[in-house]
C-alpha cells in the first residue's frame, strides 16, 4: 500500500533529497527524530515538525522516502510544486497548467510510475501520446475534470 503523507512532508523530503541527502541518511533520521540536523543543509523548513509529524509513522515514512508516496490533500499549486522539485519539470517549458489539470507533460516510464504514485485518488494520469519506449505525454487531470471523461 502506498504511503500517504501531508504535502508540506513531502516538501521537506524532496528538498532534502535534491540537496543531496542520502536516502539512507534521510531514513536513519526518520527512525531517530533527528530531521532537525538537515537545518544546517537547508534552512527553508522547520526540520523539527517532520520529527512530530513521524512519530508513530516512522515505517511508513522509510517506505515513503524509499518507494515513494501519495499526497493526502494535493492542489493545483502543490502538484506544480512537486512537478519542480521532485522531476525538475518548470511550467511553459515542459508543460501548460490550468485551474485543474496539467498537459503535455513528457515523462520516462520509470517518471509514470513515480507521478501516478504521487498523485494519489485526487488526481489522474491519462497517457494521452507515446512517441517511443521512454517518452509518454500526459494529462494530469483533477479528479473532478476526470469523472467526466
Not at 91 to 112: G, H, M, Q, S, W
Not at 117 to 139: M, P, Q, Y
Request: charged residues 30%.
Amino acid at each position: 500500500m502506498t504511503p500517504i503523507i501531508s504535502l508540506m512532508d513531502a516538501y521537506m523530503i524532496e528538498t532534502l533529497l535534491a540537496k543531496g541527502v542520502e536516502k539512507e541518511t534521510l531514513k536513519q533520521a526518520i527512525q531517530e527524530h533527528t530531521a532537525e540536523q538537515f537545518k544546517k543543509i537547508d534552512n527553508s523548513f522547520d526540520y523539527a515538525e517532520l520529527n512530530q509529524a513521524v512519530i508513530g509513522k516512522e515505517d511508513l515514512y522509510q517506505e515513503a522516502v524509499e518507494n515513494g508516496y501519495a499526497i493526502s490533500y494535493l492542489t493545483i499549486v502543490g502538484l506544480k510544486n512537486l512537478l519542480r522539485m521532485k522531476f525538475g519539470f518548470e511550467e511553459d517549458a515542459d508543460y501548460k497548467a490550468y485551474e485543474r489539470k496539467i498537459e503535455n507533460l513528457i515523462v520516462t516510464p520509470t517518471e509514470l510510475k513515480a507521478l501516478t504514485k504521487l498523485v494519489g485518488k485526487i488526481w489522474t494520469v491519462k497517457e494521452t501520446n507515446r512517441t517511443d519506449a521512454n517518452s509518454i505525454e500526459v494529462s494530469v487531470l483533477h479528479i473532478s475534470l476526470s469523472e467526466n471523461l
